[in-house]
Each structure stands twice: as C-alpha cells, then as structure tokens.
C-alpha cells in the first residue's frame, strides 16, 4: 500500500466543522472551550477549508477526517511596496492516529494546487516548529524580535510625538475592523500580510477564552494626529504580584504605525502602564523604529526568531511582482520537488527596477533550491550569504552579491499579525 493511500482530500462544508475543529485539537494539544466555538468559527476562511477524509478501513473508520488545512485569501507588500495575491496557510493539522503516512505532503499539494489555480504566486505561513517547511519549498523569509521591554524604558525624543493622542479601548471588529484594516494597507514594510477578504477577516479580533491564562481581553490602542488615526496596537494586561510587588505584564500584539512620532506615542503608551513591570512584543522587525528610538537597547530582554515563511508558487511570476535595488542580469538553475514547473533555468533580468524572467539554455551563474530563491524574495535574506554558507552554488565569481544587491530590501520584512 502506498505511503498515503487510503485517504482523498476533500473541501470542509460549515456542517463538518465540528469535525474539522475535532482534528485541530487532537493536532495541537488542546481541549477548547464549548463558549469559544464562535471565536474558532470566526478565524477560519471557511470557504478555503479542506482536509484529508479516510476511504479505506485499513486506515479507520470511512468518511472521518484525518488531517485539516486551511487558508486565507490576501495580498503581501512586497519589495517597492506593490502587493502580490498571496496565499496563507494556516490550520495544518494531522491527528495524531494518522501521521507520518505522507498527509502533510497530500495537504501541501493540495494547498499549491489550488492556490496556483486562484492566482495566488506567492504561499506564506507561520512555523509551529522551524524545521518542517524548507523539504516543501518554503524559506525562512522574515524575522522578528521578542522583546520584554521593562517599564518606562527610556527612548531618544521624537518631533511631533507629545501633540499625539491616545485612545484605549476594548478591541471590537464592529468598531475597529475598517480602522485596522485601513491603517495597515497604508504600511510599506515587505511582508505585511493584509487582512484577509471573505470569511477569517476577522480573525484577528478573536479571543478565546481559554487562551487568555489570565489576561484580560484583547485591547486596542489607537494613536490619532488631531483626529487621524496614525498607528495601532492590540495589547492584553496579567496583573501580577510577588513578595507584595507589583509586576504585571503586557502583551502586544498586532501592530503598525505610519511615522516615526506616532510609533513613538504607541510605545511610550504600551510601556507605561500602572502595575505593569514588563511589555512582551511579538510581531517586531529586526529594525523595527521601536529598537532605534531607545535610549538603552541592552536594557531590553529580546531574542531573534523566525517570522513568515515563504514560498514561491509562481517564480516568474512573483519575481516580475516586486521592485528591485539595482540592474541584474543573473542565470539560476533551479530545483523545485514540489511544483516542477519553476524547475529548469531561468534569466532574471532587471532593468530600472523591473524584472523580466525568461527560460533560457545558457549556463547557470548560481545553483539553487526554490527555498533559496523564496528565503531572498522580501529582501530580508542576502542570496550571498546563502553562497556563503554553501547553501546556493556560484558558478560565475560575483552573481550572488550581483542578484543580492538588486534583491535585498531597505528596510527588513515583517507580517504584523499572525493568522
Ligand atoms: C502552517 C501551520 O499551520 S503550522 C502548524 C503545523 N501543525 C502542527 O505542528 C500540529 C502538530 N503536528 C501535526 O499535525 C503533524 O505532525 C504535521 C502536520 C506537522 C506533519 O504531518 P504528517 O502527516 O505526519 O507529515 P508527513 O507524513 O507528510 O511528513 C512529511 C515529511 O515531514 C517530516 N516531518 C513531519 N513532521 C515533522 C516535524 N514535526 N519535524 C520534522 N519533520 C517532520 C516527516 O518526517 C516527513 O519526512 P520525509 O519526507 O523525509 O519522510
């Protein structure tokens, strides 16, 4: 019997969700809340829920799902801030009676088939464990700083920052939906993963309790330029005490500002709260202004993990789609196990910013695998330091830093809010 036969994929009508939900926590270790149903109903892009369903009693009972997947429908700020569709990938789960029989790899498939089907060039997610994606194409694309900012810190001045208002409010889709979703299309950084469309475009406002472990319910803080709103935080609070001390925490999570005064006023916001010691950032590019406007950078407790993970569907496609630094004009032969179409060699030629990628028969300059190319597509990777590190071949002296200058981005990439 071959490694996954006896199972077909197939797509999750709301009335299997439950079944659907059931394989979710055999996944991922975890006895949901029945009050928190709705909240799991509103994080899922139901339209794009499928999942692997046994058909041979070999494997167990016909017709029960065995592994899950889902994803939302969105576009990603890419290089020059232009958006490429883009698919997110997300809810990847096997029951545990039924893993290491190849039905990740059936899902993955699945997942690039269909995405490639809706256009979408680009596959990105969200790594529960760092080493299970590179085998299916996807490289490290962004990074990001967890930082436990101590209360008060102090930060170098910012012009405009005090003329900035704050408003703290509890986070309501109904209220704050069009806010957050308007102030992060204006975000430039590569990586902003913008909100989803059609059902999970709430998924950022959901706040099961029983993932709270004694926070408080999500927050948002909203700074405004007289009345504008110019950055947005969602935040959580844990009162804390020990030997009769105060030290409570605050959670941050999604957030973006759109100028340096008003990321500024958010921070100085989310790191002065009363009985709180400690802030705990989660989405922080590794230049993030926050890192630059403080005074005592030591003074914060941090360390560097992987942010998105990306994947290109499409090469020419999604390579044409983004902006680049400098002229190139590089061969890179390719592999690609996965989608076999990108495999072969191609001639990456960028004139004026614009790429052009064309099959062509002439030797290759670099040697890779598409999770290379994919690792360097938002700029936060130099292809040089994958020669480097021996991971990209260089058969051309000087090729690699040729296409690492022209793909390298100004400012690292980062998503702002994890689906
Ligand atoms: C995008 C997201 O949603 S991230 C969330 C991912 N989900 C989880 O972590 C939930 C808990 N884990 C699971 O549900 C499962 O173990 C999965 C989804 C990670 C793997 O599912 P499986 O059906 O067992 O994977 P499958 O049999 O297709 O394995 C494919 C390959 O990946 C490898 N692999 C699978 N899981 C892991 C892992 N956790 N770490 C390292 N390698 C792994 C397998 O060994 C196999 O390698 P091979 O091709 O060299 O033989």
Redesign the pocket.
Known sequence: MKKSAGYRSVSVPEERLDEFFDVVQW??VGEWLREDRQDYVDALPVERARAVEVTDEHRGTPGTLA?VHASFGTEMVVPGGRRVPTAG??????HPGH???????TMIHDHFERSLARGESVSV?????A??YA?FGYGMGSQTVKAEIPRGAKMWDVDGADELTVRLERASFERHDALVAGLQARLSRPGTVLNAVGSGRNARFTDPVGNRRGMEKWRIAIVEDRGEPVAYAFFRRHARSSVGIHDGVCQVREHGSLTPAAAQRLWQTLTDFDLVETTMTENLATDDPLLHQLKDPRGVRSKVIDNLWVRLLDVPTALAAREYMRDCDVVVQLTDKHVPANAGTWRIAVTGGEATVTRTDDAPDLTMDVRHLSQCYLGGTSMESLAAAGLVREHTAGRARELAVAMLSPVAPLANWDF
């Open positions: 996944a991922f592994g990938l997300s809810w990847l789960g096997v893993r290491r029989r190849g039905l990740m790899t997610l969200y790594a529960m464990e080493p299970i085998r």
